[in-house]
Antibody, heavy 124, light 107 residues
């Protein structure tokens, strides 16, 4: 069965970096892209970026451009999201999700499997 | 970037009610619209993709409609497990995706 298993909770100081992992299993890793989404306490979902697990091509939210890097290791079927220069408003639960698609008169993309989430707390 | 606006932001209903919530895009997005349900402390769960296609395993009381800029999610007969927050998400701007701010469905 398809699973995305994320790394555990992190506590970091302002200005530090954090790297969250997302281990995929149960499907061919390079066939599907992955996205990262975060959710601040009591807030909605914020799309952070997308990575092609096949080519490594990325597309980041303009809000995070310059501070975020997404990578994918095909040998271990694991994706990573690194966020640098952490601020208190980066405190959130971070999710990875698999990008699936359906091609009917155009291609519609959606996110059908999600990781369990990783809480990142930024505090001095 | 495409902005998604959901209404209402919260909604009170009872078990057995029929409820509808809406999602509006800042520009036409054809049918590239998905709906998710999120329960507290859990990851989002895909309900509807391509505006009206029911994800496998999702109860048939959930349905979606719309095209262009205006979309709706309808729950035909609320069950206790349906009280959650619902998000729409556009994929027209792939891979620059955006979510709505959510509609919280409360008892």
């Amino acid at each position: 069965q398809v699973q995305l298993v994320q790394s555990g909770a992190e506590v970091q100081k302002p200005g530090a970096s954090v790297k969250v992992s997302c281990k995929a299993s149960g499907y061919t890793f390079t066939t599907y892209g992955l996205i990262w989404v975060r959710q601040a306490p009591g807030q909605g979902l914020e799309w952070m970026g997308w990575i092609s697990t096949y080519s490594g091509t990325t597309n980041y939210s303009p809000r995070l451009q310059g501070r975020v890097t997404m990578t994918a290791d095909t040998s271990t079927t694991t994706a990573y999201m690194e966020l640098r220069s952490l601020r208190s408003d980066d405190t959130a639960v971070y999710f990875c999700a698999r990008e699936n698609w359906i091609a009917v008169a155009g291609t519609s993309y959606y996110f059908d499997y999600w990781g369990q989430g990783t809480l990142v707390t930024v505090s001095s | 970037d495409i902005q998604m606006t959901q209404s209402p932001s919260s909604l009170s209903a009872s078990v057995g009610d029929r409820v509808t919530m809406t999602c509006r895009a800042s520009q036409g997005i054809s049918n590239y619209l998905n709906w998710y349900q999120q329960r507290p402390g859990k990851a989002p769960k895909l309900l509807i993709y391509a505006a009206s296609s029911l994800q496998s395993g999702v109860p048939s009381r959930f349905s979606g409609s719309g095209s262009g800029t205006d979309f709706t999610l309808t729950i035909s007969s609320l069950q206790p497990e349906d009280f959650a927050t619902y998000y729409c998400q556009q994929s027209f701007g792939t891979p620059r995706y955006t979510f709505g701010q959510g509609t919280k469905l409360e008892i």
